[in-house]
């Protein structure tokens, strides 16, 4: 990647070195077990992984973005992580981009060192992708908001410390978008209740849970920026959000490219390695053709994104193609390992379960091009 220098290379060798010693041996317990332990966290913590890009005043090394795209490009090609990589490049900007400088002083500290893992929260049961229709409100009382609603599909959500919800402050704000607002809420307030770890299809080693609000008194002092600008703070955080998603899912698509070209040199059917037959010899062609398509349209997209360009129509084409991109691959070299590849000892397996989520969060397949088409001048 044209954006990387010598320390960036000299930093992804040492990522790299901890993911294959302090991460890999473990994913089958940290799957079983359905998270990644705090101490690992902490271990990333003082190693500064986490949040690589937060100010030296807060604890972090104030290191451009190139480096947080190591780390999640390198965690991604492993395929674990996807929660501390969201903590450190979805969640905690909400507190830098949008605290005061008390809640920046309070909060980010924490997110460095890892003990204080964020999430973000939005998606409710009966609202993902239209997000202003979100019903979890919050009711001014004093110096207290009163929040009350549920939130579902959250990352990091059963460790989390500090939940960014995203809450109703006013219910009959036209449009809607205008009442909602972002709120730190802390874990242990009465009335925080975390709910059940859900059970997904794949990312088993990640925590995906539901959260519940009971009359949860929040003081007020925990809103990020204004009341009733959250939607605004929403669609600005998502585009980093995509491309962080978009870094993951392409080092994921790498991962498996790397790992059907190895098996197709040594598996051999019909006396010749299977990947010598011409029709999976084309495959191969064909999936390291996408691969080389999805780096160049994300290499161009965290250029533009680093030079502080608009890439919200880019990165919404990069987003969709990408995720489905990589399922393309995951599902070809799965078929390429033959039953092999339906094993759990083979990583194609998890690969294979864990490309699904992909088009899902951060904006399914269909938003994506509901925003490029738009951006286009084509109204649905
Ligand atoms: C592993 C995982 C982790 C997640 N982490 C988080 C998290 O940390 N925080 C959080 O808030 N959420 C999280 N989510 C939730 C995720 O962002 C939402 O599920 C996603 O945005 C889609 O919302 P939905 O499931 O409600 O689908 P819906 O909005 O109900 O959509 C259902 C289907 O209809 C399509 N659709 C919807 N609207 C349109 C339209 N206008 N035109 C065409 N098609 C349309 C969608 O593309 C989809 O195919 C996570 C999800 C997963 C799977």
């Known amino acids: ?25 473990h994913i089958e317990e940290w799957e079983e077990a359905g998270e990644i332990p705090r101490s690992l966290w902490k271990k990333m913590g003082e190693q500064g992984y986490l949040a690589t890009w937060v100010d030296e005043k807060y604890g972090g090394s104030g290191a451009g973005f190139e ?5 999640i490009h390198e965690l991604a090609r492993a395929d674990i992580g996807l929660g501390i990589a969201s903590h450190s490049d979805i969640m905690v900007p909400y507190i830098a981009d949008f605290g005061t400088e008390e809640q920046k002083q309070k909060w980010l500290p924490g997110c460095v060192s890892g003990d204080n893992i964020v999430s973000i929260c939005m998606s409710e049961a009966n609202t993902g992708s239209d997000l202003q229709a979100i019903k979890t409100t919050a009711k001014r009382d004093g110096d207290y908001y009163v929040v009350n609603g549920q939130k579902t599909f959250i990352t990091n959500g059963a ?25 730190c809420i802390e874990a242990g307030t009465p009335g925080f209740i975390k709910g059940r770890k859900l059970n997904k299809l794949g990312l088993h080693s990640e925590d995906t849970s539901e959260l519940i609000f009971e009359d949860c008194r929040v003081p007020v002092s925990n809103l990020l920026y204004e009341e009733g600008r959250g939607f605004k703070c929403l669609m600005s955080e998502l585009q980093r959000e995509r491309v962080s998603v978009t870094i993951w899912a392409q080092g994921m698509a790498e991962r498996i490219l790397e790992d059907v070209m190895e098996y197709a040199k040594t598996r051999e059917a019909f006396g010749k390695p299977i990947g010598c037959h011409q029709h999976n010899a084309f495959k191969i062609a064909e999936m390291a053709t996408e691969v080389e398509l999805g780096r160049a349209l994300l290499d161009k997209l965290i250029e533009d994104y680093i030079a502080g360009k608009d890439i919200v129509t880019k990165v919404s084409m990069a987003k ?4 489905e991109m990589t399922n393309r691959l995951a599902y070809n070299a799965l078929q390429l390992h033959g039953s092999y590849g339906y094993m759990e000892e083979y990583p194609i397996a998890r690969l294979y379960r864990d490309a699904r ?3 899902l969060y951060a904006g399914t397949t269909e938003i994506m091009k509901l925003i490029i088409s738009r951006n286009l001048g084509f109204r649905a």
């Open 320 to 323: 969709w193609w990408i995720a």
């Open 357 to 359: 989520a992909q088009s």
């Open 159 to 183: 460790s989390t410390d500090t939940a960014v919800v995203a809450v109703k402050t006013d219910t009959t704000a036209v449009p809607p978008s205008k009442g909602v607002s972002l709120l």
């Open 1 to 25: 990647m044209g954006i990387f220098k010598e320390e960036h290379e000299i930093f992804r060798k040492s990522v790299k070195k901890f993911i294959e010693n302090e991460m890999v041996p």
């Open 67 to 71: 480096y947080s795209v190591v780390v």
